[in-house]
């Protein structure tokens, strides 16, 4: 995978919006480059030219009448330009203005020109850039040379190339913005599918996606809505149908259960054979009467809030301890008292399958703690065994999940629902439950509920 692919999508669509705006900024500032500076250039050697002919005339003018006044000519025309210089048919120099050491001039330049070609050249003397022309003068046998310079050129062409290149550098940057804007504006909808998506997940299976006028994105929700009622509707119906079928066997398990306990308080005069055999079937039948107890709480529609209460979760927790066999006072940790709003027998369940899970799957409970975090009251229960491995943190709260067969008691009768009903009921409560490596070794499983505010 390359690194453009593996950078989140909207990191990748401003970086192409900056690229394509880089480019085209680019190109039209290499095109405004050439065609400016083409232009200037061309207007400066063409003003050159037509000074230095002008002069030369006045040169070759002088040189009949009088070439003693030569010197005050050059002298004047040296004012005007940089400098200018005459060639004389015996090779003496004739400079006026600036000096300038005409073997500094290019030498192919310079050939040009006594060769009987006007000629014009761009050069750099001591660090200027110049412009130099060339112009025989044939009735005279000499040559006129006349050298500008071009400084302020040069430093326009310098702050037009730190315009353009600053001018493409924003060009990029708004590029990126405009990426970031597009980008946040065509994910906006994914957006919305994500946190329904999210919010399904969680459970609610009742969350839609809000109709849209953009013709692209209706497909989209309509599909997402059919999706999420067909799977609303099969909950519901598997919901109604282990409700339906625990209902039903209530009644004969119950005949069973009766059955059994009078069998059992009598096994003792069955022979030994039977007596195992009785003490077998009673405890399948405990087992059965568990998981259809489970199944008739996790059946049940969601709680209505009209049963919640003020309740002390501290409270709470310690009248469990009270009445549950397997705890001692030492396991307790309570660290704070919180309050919560919520269904006390349904948040009892809840710390009770918590204890029988580290009893039953654990090896043992190590800790039940209470605390309270950033206004989120927590229950923490510890246990001793081997841990949950991080890929099944998430399947140990899924429905008949019954953990690893190294960590349960060999008289383990769980049916798996126990972890399916406490995410159910902290769900109720706008909480969430959770499985974490215990600090030591060992689960810690996690239940978050809101505290209410003082």
Request: hydrophobic content about 45%.
């Amino acid at each position: 995978m390359s690194l453009v692919s593996r950078l989140p999508l909207r990191a990748r669509v401003m970086a192409w919006f900056s690229l394509v705006s880089l480019v085209v900024a680019g190109a039209l500032a290499v095109a405004t480059w050439h065609l400016s500076t083409g232009y200037m250039l061309g207007q400066r050697e063409r003003s050159a030219i037509a000074q230095a002919n002008g002069n030369a005339r006045l040169v070759e003018a002088q040189l009949r009448r009088n070439p003693d006044g030569l010197a005050e000519l050059m002298t004047g025309l040296g004012a005007e330009v940089e400098s200018a210089v005459l060639l004389v048919d015996d090779g003496d120099w004739i400079s006026g203005g600036n000096r300038v050491d005409p073997l500094r001039l290019p030498a192919a330049f310079l050939d040009t020109v006594r060769g009987g070609q006007g000629a014009h050249q761009r050069t750099v003397l001591d660090g200027v850039p110049v412009l130099a022309v060339g112009l025989p003068l044939p009735d005279q046998s000499a040559t006129y040379v006349e050298v500008s310079p071009m400084r302020e050129l040069d430093r326009t062409f310098r702050f037009l190339s730190w315009l353009l290149v600053a001018g493409a550098v924003v060009s990029a940057l708004a590029g990126a913005l405009l990426g970031r804007w597009a980008a946040t504006h065509a994910l906006r909808p994914l957006r919305r599918v994500t946190a329904a998506a999210a919010e399904a997940a969680r459970g609610d299976l009742a969350v839609r996606l809000p109709a849209t006028g953009d013709p692209d994105l209706v497909p989209l929700a309509e599909a997402f809505n059919d999706t999420a009622e067909r799977l609303q509707q099969r909950v519901a119906r598997d919901t109604r149908f282990a409700g339906d079928v625990s209902h039903e066997l209530r009644s004969p398990l119950t005949t069973m259960l009766n059955a059994m306990a009078v069998l059992y308080r009598r096994r003792e005069e069955l022979p030994a054979g039977s007596r195992q055999a009785v003490e077998l079937l009673d405890t399948d039948l405990r087992r059965f009467r568990r998981m259809v107890d489970d199944l008739l709480e996790i059946s049940r529609p969601d709680q209505d809030r009209s049963t919640f209460e003020l309740v002390d979760l501290a409270g709470l927790v310690l009248a469990v301890t009270e009445h549950h066999a397997a705890l001692s006072p030492e396991v307790l940790d309570v660290a704070a008292h919180p309050w919560i709003t919520g269904d006390r027998r349904r948040l009892e369940r809840v710390v009770v399958n918590l204890v029988d899970n580290a009893t039953r799957h654990g090896k043992g409970l190590v800790r039940l703690g209470i605390t309270s975090r950033d206004g989120r009251a927590r229950i923490e229960v510890d246990d001793a065994g081997s841990g949950v491995p991080a890929p099944d943190r998430e399947r140990v709260f899924e429905r008949f999940s019954r953990g690893s067969p190294a960590d349960r008691e060999a008289t383990d009768s769980g049916a798996g629902l126990g972890l399916a009903l406490v995410t159910q009921h902290v769900r109720g409560h706008d909480g969430r439950a959770w499985v974490e490596e215990r600090p030591g070794g060992g689960a810690r499983f996690v239940v978050e509920l809101p505290e209410v505010a003082e």
